[in-house]
């Protein structure tokens, strides 16, 4: 039966309306769909193992207390012995040192202002003869700087001197004490006590843990790092200083301050700096209530030794190390890898912790920079740069057309 006008016209606009709606759907989704962006690929952070812990071996004295530390390291790293405060004796001359010059600051290499001395300085002097104190001689009248006091008080240990320039810059000793105390407040030396700038004062007492903390705060100053670390000097009006303190030089050792007294026994707060995996390593600690000093000096000789075994070289990352994946529907797959071999001179029980850091990413090259880990030890950081193992490209006209859903 031959089709009607009408039929024919119907069909006839059915062909025309569908070519058109074809014509206008190809021109709207070709160009959508080929130049729709992408959908970041999203990294998927792997586990990571920080390197393992092992627990140090370190013997210390049977005497008293004693303990180690190190610049960058938080805290004791090891101690033995008491924990309670204990008499510091001449150690109390750093705490001197330091509260001085916060009140009155020394540039490195700086004589300073002149101290000029009275009747008083020496009645401090007579004081401490009579207490069998260790002195320097004094006398009204004699000028000094005071830098050199400061090297005569903490290399020569003279007791004298200290009661001198802790009158100088607080009108008296007693104003010392005052502000000696109010200083461990803000360092945070709570378990100190100070009753006199010399350390013949049995009262002056502190832990390990104080002290160790003072050690970092006494070579972190560069006037008294300078002079705990000088074995003689020439004083004009005195003559040849030399340095009270026997391993001075030896094994690395640097200072930091000797101690003496019937109730305190012998002391040393000392620094040296070891050679660690190719790293030095600035080492703090502290031995109270040895027998003697040369008893003493030989157990710091063994914990440094031991030290140096306790630190111990571990590798963080080797080059290629991935870190997070990358996939995307396409087929493009990458990961987040180390950009470098890197390692680093921890502490055998101080835990490390890695934070890692990868920003998603759309089309980049191999080798782009995505992000970071962050490896922390003690108060020190690694950063390692992550970067892209390999191309992420535009997955092409073909893929775009035929995986519409995967772009909207």
Request: with cysteine; hydrophobic share 45%.
């Amino acid at each position: 039966m031959p089709l009607t006008r009408r039929q024919i016209y119907r069909r006839r606009r059915i062909v025309v309306f569908g070519g058109a709606a074809l014509v206008l759907g190809t021109a709207f989704y070709l160009p959508i769909t080929l130049l729709a962006p992408l959908h970041d690929a999203v990294p998927v952070e792997l586990t990571i193992q920080p390197p393992a812990v092992e627990q140090p071996v370190v013997d210390f004295p049977p005497y008293g207390a004693a303990g180690l530390g190190a610049v960058g390291y938080a805290g004791v790293l090891a101690q033995g012995g008491s924990t309670d405060p204990l008499p510091i004796a001449s150690i109390s001359k750093i705490v001197t040192a330091l509260v001085v010059l916060d009140a009155k600051p020394l540039a490195p290499g700086d004589q300073g202002p002149d101290l000029t001395f009275s009747s008083i300085d020496e009645d401090f002097y007579a004081e401490q003869i009579a207490q069998d104190g260790v002195v320097a001689p004094v006398s009204a009248g004699q000028v000094m700087s005071q830098r050199n006091v400061l090297s005569l008080m903490l290399m020569a240990s003279a007791n004298n001197y200290a009661q001198s320039l802790a009158a100088w810059a607080f009108g008296s000793e007693a104003g010392y004490v005052d502000a000696a105390r109010d200083w461990l407040a803000r360092q945070g030396l709570t378990s100190t006590t100070i009753a006199d700038a010399t350390g013949i004062n049995p009262a002056n007492a502190s832990t390990v843990t104080d002290l160790v903390a003072l050690a970092k705060l006494a070579i972190a100053d560069p006037v008294v790092s300078e002079i705990v670390g000088t074995a003689n000097l020439e004083i004009p009006d005195i003559g040849l200083v030399e340095n009270r303190n026997g391993l001075l030089g030896v094994d690395g050792v640097d200072g930091i301050k000797t101690g003496t007294l019937d109730e305190a026994g012998s002391c040393l707060l000392f620094s040296a700096d070891h050679v660690i995996g190719g790293e030095t390593i600035t080492l703090v600690g502290v031995v109270l209530g040895g027998p003697d000093h040369a008893t003493i000096d030989e157990a710091v000789r063994g914990l440094l030794a031991q030290a140096d075994s306790g630190f111990r070289e571990v590798t963080l990352t080797t080059a290629g190390d991935a870190f997070a994946e990358y996939d995307t529907p396409w087929g493009d797959d990458a990961t987040a890898v180390a950009a470098q071999t890197t390692s680093a001179v921890v502490w055998a029980n101080a835990p490390v912790t890695v934070q890692v850091t990868v920003d998603p990413v759309r089309l980049a090259s191999a080798g782009t920079d995505v992000g970071e880990a962050v490896f922390a030890y003690g108060d020190r950081q690694v950063v390692v740069e992550l970067d892209l193992s390999a191309t992420i490209d535009d997955p092409g006209p073909w893929w775009r057309l035929t995986n519409p859903t995967q772009l909207f």
